[in-house]
């Protein structure tokens, strides 16, 4: 039997680092591009790039929901890895083939065939997310022991492998596709295609060998009493197609993507409530996770400004020129996953530092900081744009600094949620709860790029408005990001002590 006294780790969660990470480096590594590719490379205006960047992070959020039931009832964990990854591999690759197909110029538009490979390969990468992210986050808890105190930095680990995907996709993608010329961003998504092959193969290689319990039982096979592995490989196409017509009435026609996120949180919310069996105090505990989802919506909504209109800022606004080097503005994304990876031991210490003399801030308040760091960011950030002139850049001193704080927010934030949701969960919903804690990104998301829509050019004549009120300029674009973050920070400061006695002693 694994020795669950050592602060060792199990291999197999060495070998999860390394597939997440190679997915991480391909999702993000492509995301990190595509608004510039949408634009630059397929001629869209900001406002459709940004809605169908939403749209489509949107519903990569959605489908875990789907995959995590498949997983549990049909395939288990490593076959959903397997299939999802697969199905994303794919999908870079047709994004790699729409590229080859891409119009010269704006006039010549978009073909038939370029735009049905551009809308498949983002069809395949949900449909392939929905089976790999809870998947793989579930795999994790699966290697230790019910009260393993080994868990929580397990999944801190975990985290670092997330980031550190992230910024080599980031780097990658950006140093070959964002090159300045719109032929190259092909070889970004052919590099994120490599990648996921790569994550597959090391699941492939080592599953068997690592992936054990800590009574050495191997986990994540097909579970005892599924009714048939090959029954659900019939829903593959059926769930593809229904996200493609989802994708394509959310960007051409009307906005449901948003408004069908909300409601699948208000049924899962319906039927939890509705279950009898459930007591007072477990009814209190989700209703905190209830709660506490609602309010990480704010925090990826203005965070997720990022692969969106913080890189359209970084393109047109922000001076990249550096001893003769021009930084592409992509590369500015990947900040976050340097500073995540680089403060993580730092915010350990600090908690570490604060536990000791019984000052560390429970959960709730953690989340609040990470907020109002957000909102900080977004502060940082008017300052130079408050009088300025479209064509005149600002130095990047001001993106470093808003990813900076915006990193640190997440640290406090992000890793935090996902302990938090697991020991607020009753045993039986725990996946389920996983589920809600990843809608909120969902929905967050979406209207990430319905925000992202909004971003003026003064220059063109653009002035969008929200809410009623005109955006003329950027200091008004960033305005709403200050609002959204830095009132859910501060109602989330005021009501973070009545939530707590709903915790029923967690922190
Ligand atoms: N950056 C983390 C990840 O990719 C968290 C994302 C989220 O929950 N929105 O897994």
Same mark, same amino acid.
């Not at 999802?84 to 073909?111: D, K, N």
């Given at each position: 039997m694994a020795d669950t006294t050592s602060s060792r780790h199990p291999n197999g969660l060495y070998l999860m680092f390394a597939i997440e990470m190679w997915e991480r480096f391909s999702y993000y590594g492509m995301r990190a591009i595509l608004v510039l590719y949408l634009t630059k490379a397929l001629f869209f205006d900001k406002a459709l790039a940004s809605n169908l960047y939403g749209g489509y992070v949107g519903l990569v959020y959605m489908t875990p929901l789907i995959g995590g039931f498949i997983a549990d009832r049909y395939w288990g964990n490593r076959r959903s890895i397997l299939?999802?990854?697969?199905?994303?591999?794919?999908?870079?690759?047709?994004?790699?083939?729409?590229?080859?197909?891409? #119009?010269?110029?704006?006039?010549?538009? +978009?073909? #038939?065939?370029?735009?049905?490979m551009l809308f498949l390969g983002l069809g395949l990468m949900i449909v392939g997310n929905g089976f790999f992210k809870p998947n793989i986050a579930a795999m994790v808890g699966t290697l230790y022991g019910p009260n393993d105190r080994r868990r929580d930095s397990a999944y801190t680990i975990f985290y670092m492998g997330i980031n550190l995907g992230s910024f080599l996709g980031n780097l990658i993608t950006s140093l070959v596709g964002d090159t300045g010329n719109p032929d190259d961003f092909k070889w970004a998504f052919l590099a994120c295609s490599i990648a996921m092959i790569l994550a597959t193969l090391t699941l492939w290689w080592g599953q068997n060998k690592y992936l054990l319990s800590w009574e050495n039982q191997p986990v994540g096979i097909t579970p005892k009493d599924s009714p048939g592995v090959s029954k659900?490989?019939?829903?593959?196409?059926?769930?593809?197609?229904?996200?493609?017509?989802?994708?394509? +009435?959310?960007?051409?026609?009307?906005?449901?993507?948003?408004?069908?996120?909300?409601?699948?949180?208000?049924?899962?919310?319906?039927?939890?409530?509705?279950?009898?069996?459930?007591?007072?105090?477990?009814?209190?505990? +989700?209703?905190? +996770?209830?709660?506490?989802?609602?309010?990480v919506i704010f925090f990826w909504a203005t965070f997720e400004q990022a692969p969106a209109s913080l890189t359209f800022f970084a393109d047109e606004q922000t001076d990249r020129e550096v001893w003769g080097y021009t930084v592409p503005p992509s590369l500015f994304q990947n900040l976050n996953g340097f500073f995540i990876v680089t403060c993580a031991p730092l915010m350990a210490f600090v908690w570490g530092f604060l536990g000791k003399r019984n000052a560390e801030p429970s959960s709730l308040y953690k989340m609040a900081i990470g907020l109002f760091l957000l909102t900080l960011g977004y502060v940082v950030i008017e300052l130079p744009v408050k009088n300025l002139v479209p064509g005149i850049k600002v130095s990047m001193f001001y993106l470093v600094a808003l990813y900076f704080l915006h990193s640190i927010g997440e640290?406090?934030?992000?890793?935090?949620?996902?302990?938090?949701?697991?020991?607020?969960? #009753?045993?039986?919903?725990?996946?389920?709860?996983?589920?809600?804690?990843?809608?909120?990104?969902?929905?967050?998301?979406?209207?990430?790029?319905?925000?992202?829509?909004?971003?003026?050019? #003064?220059?063109?004549?653009?002035?969008?408005?929200?809410?009623?009120?005109?955006i003329h300029n950027l200091y008004e674009f960033f305005l709403i990001n200050v609002g959204i973050s830095g009132v859910a920070s501060l109602v989330l400061f005021l009501i973070a002590g009545r939530l707590s006695k709903l915790m029923h002693g967690i922190k």
């Open positions: 299939v999802g990854g697969l199905v994303m591999a794919l999908g870079q690759f047709v994004l790699f083939c729409s590229a080859l197909l891409r #119009p010269e110029t704006a006039a010549e538009g +978009i073909t #038939p065939i370029a735009g049905f659900i490989y019939i829903w593959l196409p059926v769930l593809l197609l229904l996200s493609l017509g989802i994708m394509y +009435i959310d960007a051409f026609v009307t906005n449901i993507i948003f408004p069908f996120l909300v409601l699948s949180a208000v049924v899962i919310a319906y039927l939890v409530f509705a279950d009898k069996s459930l007591s007072r105090i477990d009814r209190e505990k +989700i209703a905190v +996770i209830f709660i506490v989802s609602f309010f640290l406090c934030l992000s890793p935090i949620g996902l302990s938090l949701v697991n020991k607020l969960s #009753p045993a039986k919903y725990v996946s389920l709860m996983m589920a809600v804690w990843y809608l909120a990104p969902a929905i967050a998301n979406k209207a990430a790029g319905m925000i992202s829509a909004l971003y003026p050019e #003064p220059e063109k004549g653009i002035v969008t408005s929200f809410l009623g009120i005109p």
